[in-house]
């Protein structure tokens, strides 16, 4: 006798479950079998409709209604099915169950399914109820076409009376079949469920807490036989695998903690290429997502064809291997990236990859290689002319006095274009390491302005170049270094009347704007208009100075403010300029806290515009 509520559940389990699979068989069995034999009606009835179809055509040309009746009757004697032939409208012209008087009272069969579908797709097919005989059949209708024109419609009929005779048989089979199983399995549910005990079930019960991470629950020992000793043992391997749990997830979290605040970036792969952890930082070294990302195949992750290449050779090797990769998405940077096999079990299992981003060092680099190289050229220009001049003196030229003082002319303007040269320099490395100290104080921009046009109005005449300003009424004061100010027009219109022609144009304007009309595509992230004493960020001057130059080629653009970037190299050195110019003007832009941007067209002019903060009126009141 079961008295044990698991045994009871366990055959009653057993039993639905044997019910529901030989349940949805069965279904499955008649529902195909049904439709199988439907689908062989089907087609044997589109077979006989296309060959009746040869017969029919002629007579329906013929125009015979009586000729029609008997040769609907005389196919479906042959064929056993029903006939009927109808004409486009869907008006009944003959059928094989019914005369001719019948036919002519039968309903318009335009409407019928099978009779639409056949106008449509050429071949029509429906199971329905008959509306003339009252029985259930299976119909197939074709149209009748004469060089391409729709003659009329030949729809046969079959009764579905046999098929569901012979479903119905197999229907009875399958029940009895059903019944003996379930009887069978009833006693096999018996017969296993006698031999579960309370002691099995209550272990499997806490083995499942345990697969679930609890712990908590011990196994009651009711005895010291086999099932004893295993509920024993279960409850000695409980104890044990929690207090490694709990140590395998301080290790993991410590791991992980250190893992994701590393700068460098760390991935792990298994023997299949498959990600098995990947830090934070490699994410965003590579745009990776954070989430998902493990057991995922490299590639599918990170798409680096020479990186992949490097874990399978790292991999094959089992070898520390190192190399520099550049990727480009989602931007360009310079990796470094240190490989090393995974061991386990005496065998290459993996691979992990430790990643630097060196873009910037490498950038450094460059930029120090790219320095040195400038300075050595613009220093080594004018010393050469200067040692040879003086090497001619040296020679006796200093007793030809005719020739001496341009000599001496000509070493003095190239030494004070060194010292041009070095005077930049020594200010562009003072404003890059943020060694010069801004006098900021409410100024009129106006005034400096026209003391700064006054000294190349000169220059400008000489040239023919028309140099004016245009300054908008009532600018408000700006908070600025009136000096450096000043330098900052002094570069801006000596590169404008370096390269502007004879007959041109230089402007130096200036309007009150807001910050947001000053578009600065290339500005620093983080750059603040606001400092002590200045208004808000919408309250701005824009200073600007345009010339109708040579213009600069809209490839050099981005790098026109770079230390020594020189557009057309021996015009710039002809003309006196260091190549210092735009980058002292940039910087000394940037820290009074406003913008520069540089538009130019080739041949068409330069636009150099630039922002200052106005003084805010309760600090120019004060």
């Known amino acids: 006798m079961i008295t044990g509520r698991f045994e009871r559940k366990l055959i009653a389990t057993y039993l639905l479950l044997v019910t529901a699979i030989v349940s949805v068989a069965g279904l499955y069995v008649l529902s195909s079998l049904k439709r199988t034999s439907i689908d062989h009606l089907n087609a044997s009835l589109l077979a006989q409709a296309r060959l009746m179809s040869n017969e029919v055509t002629p007579v329906f040309l013929a125009h015979h209604p009586e000729q029609l009746h008997s040769l609907a009757r005389r196919l479906a004697e042959q064929v056993s099915v029903r006939v009927t032939i109808i004409a486009p409208e869907g008006r009944v012209l003959a059928d094989s169950e019914r005369t001719s008087e019948q036919v002519a009272q039968m309903d318009n069969h335009l409407g019928r399914p099978e009779i639409q579908a056949s106008l449509g797709e050429g071949v029509g097919s429906a199971i329905r109820r008959s509306d003339t005989i009252g029985v259930e059949m299976l119909y197939l209708a074709v149209p009748l076409r004469q060089d391409g024109v729709l003659l009329g419609i030949l729809r046969l009929g079959m009764l579905l009376s046999d098929v569901s005779h012979s479903i119905a048989t197999i229907r009875q089979t399958l029940a009895i079949g059903a019944v003996i199983g379930l009887a069978a399995a009833a006693a096999l549910g018996f017969l296993f469920a006698r031999h579960v005990t309370r002691p099995i079930a209550q272990m499997t019960a806490v083995a499942r807490r345990m697969a679930e991470g609890d712990f908590s629950r011990n196994i009651t020992l009711t005895s010291a036989d086999e099932i004893g000793q295993l509920g024993h043992a279960l409850n000695t391997m409980a104890s044990r695998l929690q207090d490694r749990l709990e140590e395998v997830e301080e290790e993991r979290a410590k791991g992980a903690a250190i893992l994701d605040s590393m700068v460098e970036g760390v991935l792990a792969v298994d023997e299949e290429n498959r990600i098995m952890f990947i830090n934070a930082s490699a994410c965003r070294l590579f745009n990776a997502p954070s989430i998902g990302a493990e057991r995922r195949p490299f590639l599918e992750v990170i798409r680096n ?265 021996t015009r710039s050195r002809e003309l006196g300029g260091t190549g210092l110019g735009l980058a002292i003007v940039k910087h000394l832009v940037e820290a009074h806290g406003g913008n520069l941007t540089i538009e130019s067209q080739l041949n068409q002019g330069t636009s150099v515009h630039f922002t200052l903060p106005i003084v805010a009126p309760d600090s120019e009141a004060a």
């Open 305 to 569: 064809k020479e990186m992949l290449d490097l874990l399978n050779r790292t991999r094959k090797d089992a070898t520390f291997a190192k190399q520099e990769l550049e990727i480009y998405t989602p931007v360009h940077r310079v990796v470094q990236v240190h490989a090393a096999p995974l061991k386990g079990r005496g065998r290459t299992s993996g691979a992990i990859l430790v990643m630097h981003n060196i873009t910037e060092l490498r950038r450094l680099e460059m930029v120090r290689t790219e320095f040195v190289a400038n300075v050595s050229h613009e220093l080594r220009t004018p010393l050469t002319s200067i040692r040879g001049y003086l090497e001619t003196l040296l020679e006796g030229g200093l007793e030809d006095r005719e020739h001496a003082r341009p000599f001496l002319e000509v070493i003095h303007k190239h030494s004070e274009r060194m010292g041009r040269l070095l005077d930049d320099l020594l200010d562009l490395s003072n404003l890059e390491l943020g060694k010069v100290t801004l006098d900021r104080r409410p100024t009129t921009l106006a005034e400096v302005v026209r003391s700064v046009m006054t000294i190349y109005e000169p220059q400008a005449a000489k040239q023919e170049i028309e140099l004016r300003p245009e300054l908008s009424d009532n600018l408000p004061p700006v908070l600025a270094d009136r000096d450096r100010l000043a330098q900052i027009l002094i570069n801006l219109l000596d590169n404008s009347l370096k390269f502007t022609p004879k007959g041109g144009t230089v402007i130096v304007a200036a309007r009150r704007v807001s910050s947001f009309e000053f578009r600065v595509p290339s500005s620093k992230p983080g750059t603040s208009n606001l400092e002590p004493g200045t208004a808000s960020t919408s309250d701005v001057v824009e200073i600007a100075v345009r010339d109708t130059g040579i213009g600069i080629p809209s490839q050099d653009l981005p790098r026109i403010t770079e230390r020594f970037y020189r557009v057309d190299k």
